[in-house]
T-cell receptor
């Protein structure tokens, strides 16, 4: 158990809908990272927050947004869903910026868009 | 992002040592070398990281070449549970993310 909690574990929704994925980082970790993993793209970095502020952005679509709340949990919002958004979404957390520390990953949320 | 090169796949036998190579010829002086692995249907898991000196922990050892252009992850006695995709990743101070490549798929034979 990494200490990072992601909910829900599975999500099935229809195209055009909106969903929210939730991540609770390990106790004491200030950084939260979101990744998308699909079969053809591998693990793609989406976005990172540090203590409530956005720190880095990757290939995150405009239809996707995220935030980190004062209690440090984070939510990833995916809207106008398309079939191609079906993927595993991982959240990770670390104490500080990733340079010289380890990140802990959750078990992921499997999103299926039908 | 500084690039790493890993073999697509490797095979090992149970209880034998495994040496997973990684080339990073464009590494700079402040880049850290990280290794993560991903077991089937699970999130990535931290294995080890280092800067210049060799590192050991309960999971593995990291051997870093003197010129730092390559490194090797050493699993001292492979078990079936070590079958996973292993990723070698570089990070540096202003970079706030782990950039995963395709990694090396390690198969462990009983």
């Amino acid at each position: 158990d990494s200490g990072v909690t992601q909910t829900p574990k599975h999500l099935i929704t229809a195209t055009g809908q909106r969903v929210t994925l939730r991540c609770s980082p390990r106790s004491g970790d200030l950084s939260v990272y979101w990744y998308q993993q699909s079969l053809d793209q591998g693990l793609q970095f989406l976005i990172q927050y540090y203590n409530g502020e956005e720190r880095a952005k990757g290939n995150i679509l405009e239809r996707f947004s995220a935030q980190q709340f004062p209690d440090l949990h984070s939510e990833l919002n995916l809207s106008s869903l398309e079939l191609g958004d079906s993927a595993l979404y991982f959240c990770a957390s670390s104490v500080g910026p990733i340079m010289n520390t380890e990140a802990f990953f959750g078990q992921g949320t499997r999103l299926t868009v039908v | 992002d500084a690039k790493t090169t890993q073999p697509n796949s490797m095979e090992s036998n149970e209880e034998e040592p495994v040496h997973l190579p990684c080339n990073h010829s464009t590494i700079s002086g402040t880049d850290y070398i990280h290794w993560y692995r991903q077991l089937p249907s699970q999130g990535p898991e931290y294995v080890i990281h280092g800067l210049t000196s060799n590192v050991n922990n309960r999971m593995a050892s990291l051997a870093i070449a003197e010129d730092r252009k390559s490194s090797t992850l050493i699993l001292h006695r492979a078990t079936l549970r070590d079958a996973a995709v292993y990723y070698c990743i570089l990070t540096w101070g202003s970079n706030y993310k782990l950039t995963f490549g395709k990694g090396t798929l390690l198969t462990v034979n009983p």
